[in-house]
């Protein structure tokens, strides 16, 4: 199976540079908070290994929005967290999928947006995963002092389980993300350990379902390709925000589209479950649950920890 090839990269972050397409709009068109919004709500998702078809992976939820809203929807997968920070900046985006990270960056930096929710596992799940750092197999590298001066994979620099807190974790042990080992951007949490397996980095992190679960599930991997020498603190779900540049009417329609109708329970309830495929066509587990910005305050935290570059991108 092809693996998704990686590049070297500076820290800089090209925030300028989008790859969204087919999705720009007029100033007129997006500033649209005093009339019934653009014709076409466009999502954009940051990269993710498990996000390949997302016109399949989202059919729920355009079908669900559209009932609802009366709105087109459109979706856009991007090259990198810059990428949907800046695309959501420009109002080219109206819904991102983000990461705690992305989120705390886009959200300080000025760009206007507000928190949807998170994808949870459970009705009353709280949310949350593990940054982890992993080696070849048969690695002699045992723990996070062993990734000095060795060439490391981390997922992009404005990931939160791909850098901020594999940063922050690195330099608990005297080790500089940036000087004290050579750094290579994956791309993408998938990317990252495939890296690792195949040999092209000798230590590299991503969540911990990637290198632990979803990549096994796909056949990516075999169990025991890589193995785990570090995991971080519970990091705040991953969430989606909504550009506050839409009306407070059909900001309100959206959110409550996603709290209340977006849901296993509620698609059961309604008879709009998709009983042929898991998780009733959502692309999350149970639904999705409201959260507040002050869950990622610990972001925040880490940020001034590590000082990274990328918390004031």
């Given at each position: 199976?092809?693996?998704?090839?990686?590049?070297?990269?500076?820290?800089?972050?090209?925030a300028?540079?989008?790859?969204?397409?087919?999705?720009g709009?007029?100033?007129a068109?997006?500033?649209?908070?005093?009339g019934?919004?653009?014709?076409?709500i466009?999502?954009?998702?940051?990269?993710?290994?498990?996000?390949t078809?997302?016109?399949?992976?989202?059919?729920?939820?355009?079908?669900?929005?559209?009932?609802?809203?009366?709105?087109?929807?459109?979706?856009q997968?991007?090259?990198?967290?810059?990428?949907?920070?800046?695309?959501?900046?420009?109002?080219?985006?109206?819904?991102?999928?983000y990461g705690?990270?992305?989120?705390?960056?886009?959200?300080?930096?000025?760009?206007?947006?507000?928190?949807?929710?998170?994808?949870a596992?459970?009705?009353?799940?709280?949310?949350?995963?593990?940054?982890?750092a992993?080696?070849?197999?048969?690695s002699?590298?045992?723990?996070?002092?062993?990734?000095?001066?060795?060439?490391?994979?981390?997922?992009?620099?404005?990931?939160?389980?791909?850098?901020?807190?594999?940063?922050?974790g690195?330099?608990?042990?005297?080790?500089?993300?940036?000087d004290?080992?050579?750094?290579?951007?994956a791309?993408?949490?998938?990317?990252?350990?495939l890296?690792?397996?195949?040999?092209?980095?000798?230590g590299?992190?991503?969540?911990?379902a990637?290198?632990?679960?979803d990549?096994?599930?796909?056949?990516?991997?075999?169990?025991?390709?890589?193995?785990?020498?570090?995991k971080?603190?519970?990091?705040?779900?991953?969430?989606?925000?909504?550009?506050?540049?839409?009306?407070?009417?059909?900001?309100?329609?959206?959110?409550d589209?996603?709290?209340?109708?977006?849901?296993?329970?509620?698609?059961?309830?309604?008879?709009?479950?998709?009983?042929?495929k898991?998780?009733?066509?959502?692309?999350?587990?149970?639904?999705?649950?409201?959260?507040?910005?002050?869950?990622?305050?610990g972001?925040?935290?880490?940020?001034?920890?590590?000082?990274?570059?990328s918390?004031?991108?």
């Amino acid at each position: 199976m092809a693996r998704n090839p990686i590049k070297m990269v500076g820290l800089t972050l090209l925030a300028g540079t989008l790859a969204v397409t087919g999705c720009g709009e007029s100033a007129a068109q997006r500033n649209d908070a005093g009339g019934a919004g653009p014709d076409t709500i466009t999502i954009a998702h940051i990269p993710s290994e498990e996000r390949t078809e997302l016109d399949e992976t989202y059919a729920k939820i355009a079908e669900v929005i559209q009932r609802d809203t009366g709105k087109k929807v459109a979706f856009q997968q991007v090259t990198s967290y810059a990428a949907v920070i800046e695309a959501q900046r420009a109002g080219k985006v109206q819904i991102a999928a983000y990461g705690p990270f992305s989120y705390v960056v886009a959200k300080d930096s000025g760009v206007p947006i507000e928190l949807i929710g998170f994808g949870a596992e459970s009705a009353d799940s709280p949310g949350g995963y593990q940054s982890v750092a992993s080696v070849p197999k048969n690695s002699a590298i045992a723990d996070l002092k062993g990734f000095k001066g060795k060439k490391i994979c981390f997922v992009d620099p404005t990931s939160t389980s791909g850098y901020l807190f594999p940063s922050a974790g690195l330099l608990k042990e005297g080790i500089d993300p940036k000087d004290g080992l050579t750094p290579v951007f994956a791309g993408g949490h998938d990317a990252s350990v495939l890296a690792v397996a195949d040999g092209q980095c000798e230590g590299g992190f991503s969540t911990e379902a990637m290198a632990t679960q979803d990549l096994i599930e796909t056949g990516q991997l075999k169990k025991g390709d890589v193995k785990v020498v570090w995991k971080s603190e519970l990091i705040p779900p991953s969430p989606l925000a909504m550009s506050t540049s839409l009306s407070p009417e059909l900001r309100k329609q959206i959110k409550d589209i996603f709290l209340t109708k977006l849901n296993v329970d509620a698609l059961k309830k309604s008879g709009g479950c998709d009983t042929a495929k898991e998780h009733c066509g959502l692309p999350v587990e149970w639904g999705y649950k409201p959260i507040e910005d002050s869950a990622y305050s610990g972001i925040r935290v880490v940020c001034e920890t590590t000082k990274s570059d990328s918390c004031n991108a």
